[in-house]
């Protein structure tokens, strides 16, 4: 392995003391100073070559890496540094990123002390999930002048796994938290005491429902006893993932399934802490994962490790299988949120009767995601008259997602319109908002 890589700084000076023997031809005084600077230089290169490689390990780095990495998140590596020589290095950090990273120039130049240890910190932010390989981490160590550098090579491939979101989960539980006060305006609409949440058995009062007598403790007790509910709390709360080719587009380096499959783990985590019932369901043409509704500790774990993964071709989604096997799947009245994308009307009237027929039995909530691009081109200044063009194709989609979203709304089916990097919050609010209204 190559171990002694010269500077710009190395010949340059060459070429100086090269310029002096020049000058020294014609002018014979200079002949002098040429060999006193090319002395001066090789007395250097020579005493930078003897200290840097009369240890065999003057350098020492380890990486350290967290057990996963959380997509889409700022994510932090450290590098920890052991100078064993006995007088200050430059350093020149080159650690061999993953490839998902697509980056060719990452660098990072610092300083260490003598015998001293330093940690140095940067971040990396993955767009998508899976394992991430990295390679090996380079230092090269250079001295005084910085003629020369010697190449210290830590070859101990590491891998992690990005999983998704996972690092804001405490933030949104927070958010969650402060949400406790009634928005002006919203009423409750469900009825508390009709679940099929049993409390306990009672001797009968005035105003119980005689629906609800106990007929084998009536026996018993030869008096009337009645059975109490109470409110249920522990709803169900689906998350389905459309994972067909609709998902596919990108924005900001991550595509709308990661969006949804981030925001899926936030609202299932939130879910379970409010005492409901988080499930999941990722679907294209057939089921891919189906985890039946829980609020057991592990339930969110076993969440994770179903959308981490979750891979797809982004097929046609077929919905007619979705709503056919749902009467099996979820009998209980859940809330339903589907993580999907329409871009025309026509696409949406496709899947639209599978939709209805869902949202008759279930509280549905759709999902659909701002072409942040398509309001971009919208807003702009139009310059020429192809901008006009432009802009007017730009306003018909733009328009095209109003009408959608009154279609959905026409039919009984809520819905959050939303960009992609403010699907977290604003899915969170909407959800709060249901559970506010208690129409689940």
Same mark, same amino acid.
Request: glycine share 4%.
């Given at each position: 392995?190559?171990?002694?890589?010269?500077?710009?700084?190395?010949?340059?000076?060459?070429?100086?003391?090269m310029?002096?023997?020049?000058?020294?031809?014609?002018?014979?005084?200079?002949?002098?100073?040429?060999?006193?600077?090319?002395?001066?230089?090789?007395?250097?290169v020579?005493?930078?070559?003897?200290?840097?490689?009369?240890?065999?390990?003057?350098?020492?780095?380890?990486?350290?890496?967290?057990?996963?990495?959380?997509?889409?998140?700022?994510?932090?590596?450290?590098?920890?540094?052991?100078?064993?020589?006995?007088?200050?290095?430059?350093?020149?950090?080159?650690?061999?990123l993953?490839?998902?990273?697509?980056?060719?120039?990452?660098?990072?130049?610092?300083?260490?002390?003598r015998?001293?240890?330093?940690?140095?910190?940067?971040?990396?932010?993955?767009?998508?999930?899976?394992?991430?390989?990295?390679?090996?981490?380079?230092?090269?160590?250079?001295?005084?002048?910085?003629?020369?550098?010697?190449?210290?090579?830590?070859?101990?491939?590491?891998?992690v796994?990005?999983?998704?979101?996972?690092?804001?989960l405490?933030?949104y539980?927070?958010?969650?938290?402060?949400?406790?006060?009634?928005?002006?305006?919203?009423?409750?609409?469900?009825?508390?005491?009709?679940?099929?949440?049993?409390?306990?058995?009672?001797?009968?009062?005035?105003?119980?429902?005689?629906?609800?007598?106990?007929?084998?403790?009536?026996?018993?007790?030869?008096?009337?006893m009645?059975?109490h509910?109470q409110e249920?709390?522990?709803?169900?709360v689906?998350?389905?993932i459309d994972?067909?080719?609709?998902?596919?587009?990108?924005?900001?380096?991550?595509?709308l399934?990661?969006?949804?499959i981030?925001?899926?783990l936030?609202?299932?985590?939130i879910s379970?802490?409010?005492?409901?019932?988080?499930?999941?369901?990722?679907?294209?043409?057939?089921?891919?994962v189906?985890?039946k509704?829980?609020?057991?500790?592990?339930?969110?774990?076993r969440?994770?490790?179903?959308?981490?993964n979750?891979?797809?071709?982004?097929?046609?989604?077929?919905?007619?299988?979705?709503?056919?096997?749902?009467?099996?799947?979820i009998?209980?009245?859940?809330l339903?949120?589907?993580?999907?994308?329409?871009?025309?009307?026509?696409?949406l009237?496709?899947?639209?009767?599978? *939709?209805?027929?869902?949202?008759? @039995?279930? +509280?549905?909530?759709?999902?659909?995601?701002?072409?942040?691009? #398509?309001? %971009?081109i /919208?807003?702009?200044?139009?310059?020429?008259?192809?901008?006009?063009?432009?802009?007017t194709?730009?306003?018909?989609?733009?328009?095209?997602?109003?009408?959608?979203?009154?279609? *959905?709304q026409?039919?009984?089916? @809520?819905? +959050?319109?939303?960009?992609p990097?403010?699907?977290?919050?604003? #899915?969170? %609010?909407? /959800?709060?908002?249901?559970?506010?209204q208690?129409?689940?």
């Amino acid at each position: 392995m190559k171990l002694l890589y010269l500077n710009t700084r190395f010949y340059l000076a060459l070429l100086v003391v090269m310029l002096a023997f020049i000058v020294g031809f014609f002018v014979p005084f200079f002949y002098y100073v040429a060999l006193l600077l090319l002395l001066v230089f090789v007395g250097l290169v020579g005493t930078e070559l003897f200290m840097l490689f009369h240890l065999k390990k003057g350098i020492d780095v380890e990486r350290i890496l967290p057990e996963r990495f959380s997509n889409g998140d700022a994510n932090e590596v450290v590098l920890t540094i052991q100078n064993h020589y006995a007088f200050s290095c430059h350093l020149n950090i080159i650690d061999e990123l993953p490839f998902q990273f697509q980056e060719r120039s990452f660098a990072i130049k610092d300083t260490i002390d003598r015998y001293s240890k330093k940690q140095i910190l940067y971040n990396v932010t993955p767009k998508q999930r899976g394992v991430y390989e990295f390679g090996a981490a380079n230092v090269y160590v250079s001295i005084f002048t910085k003629f020369i550098n010697k190449r210290y090579k830590f070859t101990v491939n590491q891998n992690v796994a990005v999983y998704p979101s996972f690092l804001n989960l405490r933030k949104y539980e927070l958010l969650a938290s402060k949400t406790a006060l009634l928005p002006n305006g919203v009423k409750r609409t469900r009825k508390i005491g009709q679940s099929a949440e049993f409390e306990q058995i009672k001797d009968y009062v005035l105003g119980d429902d005689l629906r609800h007598v106990n007929w084998k403790a009536t026996a018993k007790k030869q008096h009337i006893m009645v059975n109490h509910y109470q409110e249920e709390k522990a709803q169900n709360v689906y998350l389905l993932i459309d994972k067909g080719r609709t998902m596919k587009m990108p924005f900001n380096g991550m595509s709308l399934l990661d969006y949804a499959i981030n925001a899926a783990l936030m609202l299932a985590n939130i879910s379970v802490k409010k005492q409901d019932k988080a499930g999941i369901w990722i679907f294209e043409k057939k089921t891919d994962v189906f985890i039946k509704a829980d609020n057991k500790p592990l339930q969110v774990r076993r969440i994770i490790d179903a959308l981490y993964n979750c891979s797809t071709d982004y097929k046609e989604s077929n919905y007619e299988y979705i709503l056919s096997n749902s009467l099996k799947k979820i009998q209980k009245r859940s809330l339903l949120i589907l993580f999907t994308n329409f871009e025309t009307v026509d696409a949406l009237k496709r899947q639209l009767p599978y *939709l209805r027929a869902l949202a008759k @039995k279930h +509280v549905v909530l759709t999902i659909i995601f701002e072409n942040t691009l #398509l309001d %971009n081109i /919208y807003s702009r200044k139009i310059k020429s008259t192809k901008d006009i063009y432009i802009q007017t194709i730009a306003s018909k989609f733009v328009h095209e997602k109003q009408l959608i979203l009154q279609e *959905l709304q026409l039919h009984g089916i @809520k819905t +959050v319109y939303t960009k992609p990097a403010d699907l977290s919050v604003n #899915l969170l %609010n909407k /959800y709060l908002e249901i559970k506010q209204q208690e129409i689940i």
